[in-house]
């Protein structure tokens, strides 16, 4: 029997020559890893066959790119009996890291057809450890799967499975992070000073200012920007205010060291930072928040990721968009992505250029509804002084509730038309009571939809001398009528909200809809 506690230590606390001689001698010493995965091979290693393996260490190695040459040695000499994910609970009070309990049979396939899985959900903060691992949402993954690393329970691997018949991101966009100038306090300005040149300043947002469908950002963050439109460095003598701004934090810019002269560049900026059209997230957040950049006006720093789609998929992106802030893509992504402290996910680019994702004609009705529905969430989401309060809060949910209903029929909609030809065959009520003839939900809402013109609005909103409340609510105020119009007229159709009924009632629908409560 083999059991242990391995050491937190990371990657960036060895030695060069210590880290070389570790990975000539582990197999499991991949990347940038942390040296408890080279305990976990030894652990292994010293194990009789029948033996048993038993640690408690960090649960980093799970989704971490270093810990995949470790998983594949698990797999391969062990059978997985029981994992048990603490998430983002500390359990050794005053470390910082993350862990799991890793229980194994070493060479050994006996041990049942089962890994046990349990994956903590909330804890109470006086909660003993008993009450905590009695809490925790067991799942039963078989070998295989575990094998795989895959714990994801049955029924959500087949919505997943499902959905993955369709291409993904990737095929549709680059991927990619934002700008990471340098120092802040050379680059970041709180406001545009009368003496600085504004040709080369730019709106400049960070995590904290991107939300749902809409960009927080109030005249209140700018960033110097030395590119042209061509993301070729300026000549900033051309520029000499803003020269003289930078000039006093010469030795700390990063396109300086070790270089000598001036030189005024970032340490990395994207091609696509200023393309119009661009969908972009935080790489941490709790749900999902993607937005639209409309105009390219927007800079962002490395802790935003952006999508900046391939030509033949240009005009797609509002109907992409409302895909990627569906419950149906989050809930992949919350089978995806590891927990970190505070219920926060991951939005890495691993995960997202993996999520499956319809590919519209733009020609099509589902195009059309689509995109008109991600407009209006667009204008319903911004700020509107006219909808302050309970009438903008309905009329947000109002408009999710439909897009999230939309979203489900978009991927789903083959397996309602099985599932609804099984029902008819057993006496029970299908969700298309004609099967492939429908009536189908984008069919039915798309007829009282009308265009409305968000672009013009976005325009002003974001640029560089942003809107007042009055402005604003002028020029949203047709758009608003349109939609408040629109959703009434939804609302009365009795064909529209029994066919949503059903929908809602598909068990697959019901399992996605409960990581939400």
Not at 148 to 164: A, G, M, Y
Not at 366 to 386: G, I, M
Request: with cysteine.
């Amino acid at each position: 029997m083999v059991v242990g506690n391995p050491p937190y230590i990371s990657f960036k606390h060895g030695q060069d020559l210590e880290k070389c001689l570790l990975k000539e001698q582990y197999a499991s010493a991949f990347r940038n890893y942390d040296y408890y995965v080279l305990f976990i091979e030894r652990g292994i290693g010293l194990g009789r066959i029948n033996g048993k393996f038993g640690y408690i260490t960090s649960n980093k190695f799970i989704e971490s790119r270093y810990g995949e040459k470790v998983k594949k040695l698990i797999s391969k000499k062990t059978t997985i009996v029981e994992l048990i994910d603490f998430v983002d609970f500390r359990v050794f009070w005053g470390v910082r890291n993350y862990t799991c309990i890793l229980l194994l049979n070493i060479n050994s396939e006996s041990g049942g057809k089962f890994t046990k899985y349990l994956v903590l959900d909330k804890v109470l903060p006086d909660a003993n450890i008993e009450d905590i691992l009695s809490s925790a949402k067991r799942k039963l993954i078989d070998i295989e799967s575990a094998k795989n690393w895959e714990f994801v329970d049955r029924l959500n691997k087949e919505i997943i499975d499902f959905c993955l018949r369709q291409p993904k991101l990737v095929e549709f966009a680059k991927v990619y992070e934002g700008v990471r100038p340098g120092p802040e306090k050379a680059y970041v300005l709180d406001s545009i000073g009368e003496e600085l040149e504004r040709e080369i300043i730019k709106p400049f947002i960070k995590t904290k200012n991107i939300d749902r469908y809409v960009i927080c950002w109030q005249d209140d963050s700018y960033i110097i920007f030395p590119y042209g439109d061509d993301l070729n460095l300026v000549n900033l003598f051309e520029f000499p205010q803003i020269k003289r701004h930078l000039d006093q934090f010469i030795n700390d810019l990063y396109d300086n060291k070790g270089k000598g002269g001036e030189r005024y560049g970032y340490y990395h900026c994207p091609k696509e930072i200023l393309s119009e059209n661009k969908i972009i997230t935080p790489d941490i957040a709790k749900s999902n928040e993607f937005v639209i950049d409309v105009i390219g006006s927007f800079i962002f720093p490395n802790t935003i990721y952006g999508l900046s789609f391939k030509e033949e998929y240009k005009g797609t992106e509002k109907s992409v968009l409302l895909l990627l802030n569906s419950k149906l893509i989050g809930f992949i992504i919350k089978n995806w992505s590891p927990k970190i402290r505070g219920g926060y996910l991951r939005y890495k680019t691993e995960y997202l250029q993996e999520l499956p994702i319809i590919a519209f004609d733009k020609n099509s009705i589902e195009f059309f509804t689509s995109t008109t529905l991600c407009n209006y969430l667009l204008q319903a989401y911004n700020r509107n002084p006219k909808l302050d309060g309970k009438e903008r809060s309905d009329l947000v949910d109002f408009l999710e509730f439909i897009s999230n209903c939309v979203v489900y029929e978009l991927y789903l909609k083959q397996k309602f038309i099985e599932d609804s030809k099984k029902a008819i065959k057993e006496g029970g009520e299908p969700i298309y009571p004609q099967l492939e003839n429908g009536p189908f939900l984008i069919d039915l809402v798309a007829k009282y939809l009308k265009p409305i013109d968000y672009d013009s609005y976005a325009k002003l909103a974001y640029s560089i001398e942003p809107l007042s409340d009055e402005e604003r609510e002028k020029m949203g105020e047709k758009c608003l009528k349109t939609i408040k119009e629109v959703v009434d007229k939804i609302k009365a159709d009795k064909k529209i909200m029994e066919l949503i009924e059903r929908i809602k009632e598909h068990e697959w629908v019901r399992v996605v809809e409960e990581t939400y409560l």
